[in-house]
């Protein structure tokens, strides 16, 4: 057993968007997601785990910094659960630091750990169990455990992941972010609040099926074009319902940059929109339009950041 790992995971956007959850936090329809990053792979979640004397305890820190707090506690019972389950008694020090990533971390973070765990401590879990210790702490972390577009199951005894298509499989697919300097973002539970009260929200759900329906059959298909327009028609609707009761997370400039990627489309370009909150906006196309959607934003005074779709965790050292 060695007594040191790093390993990396990718963050992830909404394909088919959660919105509304359970107080359990158990999300109240299926959705989809994207792991992405940048062409390098420079746009990660990098974890530390070392193995120490069990009296030492466990110690968690982001980028170096020891965390206090409700976050840092749930994230230490978590790891202390894992270690009863598995019945491991030993001491860990762990440093999770984000690069590059200007949304949220905690899919990428979670996935890192627990698949880290699973290789510093032999315990030998496929990819269902380590998605099911992640999502204790982001229930969206599946996301980044399987990679590529992967599927949340709710309507099932037992809420699990399923991959749906592999990084290589959407290799057709280039995917552009583009970041806002919002002094904050409107959070997940916010947005969960706020969307269940629209009076139309149930026929949202009885979507849902459909959407996913449609996403799944295009792939099969490598029809990447609907697959992109089910997305963002899925994603559209969340964010009207979320506007129509108040709660604006395409703010002005993510909305004129949504409104610009739908002039493009009227052009020709066959640019989608696959998010468009907190503080970035992702703008997907097909890879052989790629360099004439870049061109189009920029000229159209935005920064995209070229990105791709990405694979699950993996190590990148040992010691």
Not at 198 to 215: A, D, E, G, S
Request: net charge positive; aromatic share 8%.
């Amino acid at each position: 057993m060695p007594k040191k790992v790093v390993s990396v995971a990718y963050p992830t956007i909404p394909i088919v968007f959660l919105g509304g959850i359970r107080a359990d936090r158990r999300p109240i329809y299926n959705t989809m997601g994207l792991a992405v990053t940048d062409l390098d792979e420079n746009v990660r979640t990098e974890t530390t785990i070392k193995v120490t004397d069990n009296k030492n305890g466990i110690k968690f820190s982001l980028g170096g910094k020891l965390i206090e707090g409700k976050r840092n506690e749930d994230t230490i019972n978590s790891i202390k659960s894992f270690l009863k389950d598995k019945k491991i008694d030993v001491g860990l020090e762990i440093d999770s630091t984000n690069y590059n990533i200007k949304g949220g971390s905690s899919d990428s973070g979670l996935a890192a750990l627990f698949f880290g765990l699973n290789e510093l401590l032999g315990t030998k879990m496929k990819t269902a169990e380590i998605a099911n210790y992640a999502m204790r702490g982001s229930e969206s972390a599946i996301r980044s455990v399987y990679g590529g577009l992967s599927k949340i199951v709710v309507d099932t005894p037992e809420m699990h992941g399923l991959a749906v298509a592999s990084a290589k499989d959407l290799d057709a697919i280039r995917i552009f972010t583009v970041y806002f300097d919002y002094p904050t973002r409107i959070t997940a539970d916010e947005i969960h609040a706020a969307i269940v009260k629209h009076p139309w929200y149930k026929h949202r759900v009885q979507n849902i099926p459909t959407w996913i329906r449609n996403i799944e059959s295009a792939i099969k298909k490598k029809d990447f074009v609907t697959m992109l327009k089910n997305s963002e028609d899925n994603i559209r609707n969340a964010h009207y319902l979320l506007e129509d009761v108040g709660l604006r997370v395409r703010r002005k400039k993510i909305m004129d940059c949504w409104i610009d990627v739908e002039e493009m489309r009227a052009s020709g370009l066959r640019a989608y929109c696959l998010q468009g909150g907190g503080n970035l906006i992702s703008i997907a196309c097909l890879k052989e339009q790629a360099d004439k959607v870049y061109n189009e934003l920029v000229n159209r005074g935005w920064s995209p950041l070229k990105y791709k779709v990405a694979g699950g965790p993996k190590i990148i050292r040992r010691g």
